[in-house]
T-cell receptor, first 118, second 115 residues
Framework: AQKVTQAQTEISVVEKEDVTLDCVYE???????LFWYKQPPSGELVFLIR??????QNEISGRYSWNFQKSTSSFNFTITASQVVDSAVYFC???????????????FGQGTTLQVKP | DAEITQSPRHKITETGRQVTLACHQT?????MFWYRQDLGHGLRLIHY???????NKGEVSDGYSVSRSNTEDLPLTLESAASSQTSVYFC??????????????FGPGTRLTVL
């Protein structure tokens, strides 16, 4: 069965520190998609990135970067020079892509709460 | 701008009452999803739809129902509200039903309390 594990329940850092949020997934599919969402204190879910299983290139967007390693089934998220506005709950999610169970539904990890202190 | 809205944003109801949560999207997306968010469980899928007249059960569908009469709306009904259904409910939509590649965009959420 598909599963997403975010082992870090809570992380606290001081502003300007770098922080990495871990995400490990399990799937039997050869084609799948991975996502990161941010949930700030206001409660909405904000899409950050989508990655397909055939693209293992790392991606950088400003202070955000993502490291996808298929060999270890991990899709980790790093925030460089963290800011107070980065304080949020971050969710990693997996989408099924092929086979009879192809639903497009998202399987979420339990989330990591990041607190960035000034 | 296209968006996805949910109403009400907050709702308090009593055990046994029927409750309907509204979800409306103007993206013209085929797919719509309902999730609930609880501490320690992340988000779990309740029901989903790939288009008009199509509905499917998700991981935690017991006690919930949906209907899809048009592209824009997927209302979620709690047939007889229970305290265990106290949660935050999120609606989401995505463009197409195949491949799992399409990004889901979420509404602002509805906080439901069942007393």
């Amino acid at each position: 069965a598909q599963k997403v594990t975010q082992a870090q329940t809570e992380i606290s850092v001081v502003e300007k520190e770098d922080v990495t949020l871990d995400c490990v997934y399990e799937t039997r599919d050869t084609t799948y998609y991975l996502f990161w969402y941010k949930q700030p204190p206001s409660g909405e879910l904000v899409f950050l990135i989508r990655r397909n299983s055939f693209d293992e290139q790392n991606e950088i967007s400003g202070r955000y970067s993502w490291n996808f390693q298929k060999s270890t089934s991990s899709f980790n998220f790093t925030i460089t020079a963290s800011q107070v506005v980065d304080s949020a709950v971050y969710f990693c999610a997996l989408s099924e892509a092929l086979g009879s169970s192809n639903t497009g539904k998202l399987i979420f990890g339990q989330g990591t709460t990041l607190q960035v202190k000034p | 701008d296209a968006e996805i809205t949910q109403s009400p944003r907050h709702k308090i109801t009593e055990t046994g009452r029927q409750v309907t949560l509204a979800c409306h999207q103007t993206w013209n997306h085929n797919n719509m999803f309902w999730y609930r968010q609880d501490l320690g469980h992340g988000l779990r899928l309740i029901h989903y739809s790939y288009g008009v007249q199509d509905t499917n059960k998700g991981e935690v569908s017991d006690g919930y129902s949906v209907s899809r009469s048009n592209t824009e709306d997927l209302p979620l009904t709690l047939e007889s509200a229970a305290s265990s259904q106290t949660s935050v409910y999120f609606c989401a939509s995505s463009e197409s039903g195949t491949g799992g590649r399409d990004t889901q965009y979420f509404g602002p959420g509805t906080r439901l309390t069942v007393l």
